[in-house]
């Protein structure tokens, strides 16, 4: 097993480990945000024959080449039907938007452009051939591929599987998640917290982390310090797509977890990450796809959730089918001096401001990994370097952006 | 009722109809991504008590200020438990991360600046008083307001709530949206498109979209050019907080949707959006807040999509408690030249790459506002303001992002 992994040799390993999980087929209306796992090819020409793009009348447009032109309306044709015959010269149809129109007519003249009397129409202006006309085929055409494999389904695509008459589609299965936490002093948030024990908030935060990106959560509950339990929860997560721990990992003297992980199979392929927060880190897997992809983050509810970020969400994202697997990156500029020492790369909580055309990134602050408090704050992670020892304010930086909201403009812009 | 209205006129009335809906309280689990109602004030402190930041021995710092110096190692502090005396001098306390600091000692020395032999330990560095020591409140004081209202929970949010010990949390409503469609040449995906029948696919494309937003849509189904049909339908919508129609609002003779709101009491406030696509669109709303917002959007696909986007989209997230209500927006380079006719302001449905530092935007092909297949392949719309008729390619201009990919980052940044 490696030890002591810089963040991206860290990153590459784990995202080498998470191919795509297989297909399944949903109802459309369970496909948002998901990765199509096969092109889709329209079997429908779209539209299915020349339609109306106005209200209006249907006309042949030689016979209204000098305006004002006066036609004999001869019928209308109905939505949802079709003209009982084809368009003589000198005729017109009425024609409401989407409307086929009738053989024989090659143009639509809105309804503004013109004056009814009774069954005849004075038309005021030349419609140029084809105007006002959407021509069968000019969305999709038949035997088309309309979206390509690894697509993410957003409210455009599903109605595009909607217009070719699809209920249903092949897409990535949604990663099921077990999360286990682990210590003898945690309780859960409706637990007594008496005799210094403490709430297990990792489970809560993991859980809303998956869930934001369409990850299935799955509870193990919390495992005392005692291999027997231990094994016991983790045997229920082996079914699961990935298992992310947050039981201890360190050195300390009650580290069962990966005693068990091993016993269990789960060969592990490095441990510590050169990084603040968040060093003790140990990733896993089964060999043959045996089992979950395992990630034992550390228990410090800072960490927990910024080693997540780096390691766990973009291979959640990777076994989702998605091509996207990285937050936002934006330049900001430093509104204070940090320093620190060689060897790990800091990923400094930081809150964002606009300042003109900068970005000002500052600290929220307490930078300690129990602190909760700083995460709640953060709109982004400041990376500072691994051998990087100063960042003097001023200076710019690469800022992770965690906030979606920081990105979401102050106004239309219209 | 106002008509023609420039597209900030138009948004500016219905964000000023769209207030906060009332609040509910959820399980925490079901606050993911919605705006607390109230602000979140800490019952406890955070951590309770000084605890040990790292697995080592708690010492009084004074006794090992010149090492190495050996130590009694007289107890273990239990996670989870308490010391069973204070320490005296000359003793140490084996520690693991979490536990409590006993009463007498001042620091924490990590294990690995250590070497244990039996009941003693040789503590080979010096710490300086509080090293190691999370003092108890350094996260959460007692009292302390550690969330605002109007705050989105997110995954750091519903682990701070956890670690309060909160399993519930008070938070907006989330908008309930009716939607309907209309018109006899509309079927269901599943349905007959034979004899010049389409798809309704603006449900699917717009229930999608309210979901995208935490929104939940109620789909009234399509209603027959009929007003008893039309009545029967928007009746049952008449209990949410939004209904969104795409029964045409043009001028055409089938129009009854709009007769039918006012014979229920909805006031309408505007028609006609100086947009393209788009124009013909409709709100209303019951005085006294007595019914849902009601809007009206024109039936093409594309026209129905980007009236969303642009005035109900911002409505439903105000609803919903949000502060953040409009699409990210960036500055993008023209791939190539436009041209409009002055008086509307166009949504250019665009592609966009990355070039060198720019961002270049290139339209999605046919802008006709039928072909749905433009809008899955856009990743912006380019705002073409209405008095402007020509923009030269190289040229700025402002791109509202849709697709939330476009904005990840291609790697992390580490």
């Known amino acids: 097993m490696r ?28 496909g948002l945000g998901r990765a199509l796992a096969e092109p889709v090819v329209s079997g429908r020409t779209l539209p299915p024959e020349d339609n109306s793009a106005m209200d209006g009348y249907a006309v042949r447009a030689a016979d209204v080449a000098r305006p004002p032109a006066t036609l004999s309306v001869v019928f209308e044709v109905p939505a949802g039907g079709h003209a009982p015959r084809p368009l003589e010269p000198g005729e017109a149809a009425r024609i ?27 038309v005021l202006v030349a419609p140029a051939p084809g105007e006002h006309v959407r021509a069968a085929g000019e969305d999709v055409e038949r035997g088309e591929t309309v979206l390509e494999a690894g697509a993410r389904l957003g409210p455009a695509q599903l109605g595009m599987l909607a217009s070719l008459g699809r209920t249903s589609v092949a897409v990535r299965r949604r990663p099921q998640v077990a999360l286990l936490s682990g210590g003898d002093e945690l309780v859960e948030p409706d637990g007594d917290v008496s005799g210094g024990r403490i ?63 091993e016993k269990l199979g789960c060969r592990l392929l490095f441990w510590g990450v050169k990084m603040k927060p968040g060093y003790p880190f140990v990733f896993g897997r089964f060999d043959d796809g045996a089992g979950p992809l395992v990630f034992g983050l550390p228990g410090n509810p800072v960490s927990a959730l910024v080693t997540f970020e780096q390691l766990v ?56 990994s129990g ?14 370097p691994a051998e990087a020892t100063r960042l003097a304010e001023g200076e710019p930086a690469q800022v992770q952006v965690l906030d979606p909201d920081f990105l979401a403009s102050a106004g239309s812009g219209v």
């Open 3 to 30: 030890e002591g992994l810089s963040v991206s040799e860290a990153q590459a390993i784990v995202l080498e480990a998470a191919s795509p999980l297989g297909a399944e087929t949903v109802p459309c209306a369970d």
């Open 96 to 122: 409401l938007t989407g409307a086929p129109v009738p053989l024989g007519a090659d143009a639509v003249v809105r309804q503004e452009d013109t004056e009814r009397d009774g069954d005849r129409v004075r």
């Open 199 to 261: 709430v297990s908030s990792n489970s809560y935060t993991l859980a809303a982390a998956c869930r934001e990106i369409g990850a299935e959560p799955h509870y193990l509950g919390i495992a005392r310090d005692e291999p027997a339990d231990i094994e016991r929860r983790l045997r229920a997560g082996l079914r699961c797509d990935a298992l992310v721990s947050s039981a201890g990992v360190s050195v300390g003297d009650h580290d069962h977890v990966r005693g068990v992980l």
């Open 313 to 368: 969400r973009p291979a959640l994202l990777a076994l989702a089918g998605h091509r996207a697997l990285h937050r936002p990156r934006i330049t900001a500029t430093l509104g204070e001096t940090l320093t620190k020492k060689a060897g790990r790369l800091h990923f400094v909580r930081v809150r964002l401001e606009r300042e003109g055309h900068e970005v000002v990134a500052r600290t929220t602050g307490n930078q300690s």
């Open 371 to 384: 602190v909760l408090r700083s995460m709640t704050e953060a709109q982004g992670l400041l990376i500072f």
